[in-house]
């Protein structure tokens, strides 16, 4: 029986060269490329492979123009529904989250950095440890999801410039 890690790690550098490749940044995951020819001894057993990951990130962004998030969530709602009209967009996308949520559901939450009115100031990725994966239904998943006290294995730090 092959362990999931084992078949994980080529994909994971796969991911990681193809990264690089496309923006020359090989977060979060390039700390990864010191497995590649590592050999895991009896000892490190517990080490690597590592049976399951959580990526947790945050990005922070000054909202710089409401009525410019508003009206991104907006577009975006109408590309999701095509046969709503503007009225049902306004109606949906009535606060700055709800215009956040149609961006992301359109585009991807890294989407937001192209949206018209914010501004990102900062930004944490963190890959940790994570022995309990979220399994395909929520409600059973642990009543802490974010284990505190999990291992960090890797974590990459952004800052922007300040709009």
Request: hydrophobic letters at 45%; one cysteine or more; aromatic letters at 8%.
């Amino acid at each position: 029986m092959v362990r999931a890690g084992e078949e994980l790690l080529p994909v994971l550098l796969e991911y990681v060269d193809a990264q690089f490749e496309l923006t020359g940044i090989g977060y979060p995951l390039g700390i990864l490329m010191e497995l590649e020819d590592e050999e895991v001894d009896e000892g490190d057993a517990e080490e690597w492979p590592v049976e399951g990951i959580s990526v947790l990130q945050r990005h922070d962004y000054v909202v710089t123009d409401e009525d410019a998030v508003l009206a991104a969530g907006r577009q975006a709602y109408l590309q999701a529904w095509p046969e709503d009209d503007e009225a049902a967009a306004a109606a949906d996308v009535n606060h700055v989250g709800r215009a956040l949520y149609q961006v992301a559901h359109a585009e991807g939450w890294g989407s937001l950095r192209k949206v018209p009115g914010l501004a990102p100031v900062g930004g944490f990725t963190g890959v940790v440890r994570q022995d309990e994966l979220l399994g395909p239904d929520p409600d059973d998943w642990a009543a802490e999801v974010l284990d505190e006290d999990a291992e960090l294995l890797y974590c990459q730090e952004d800052v922007f410039r300040a709009p």
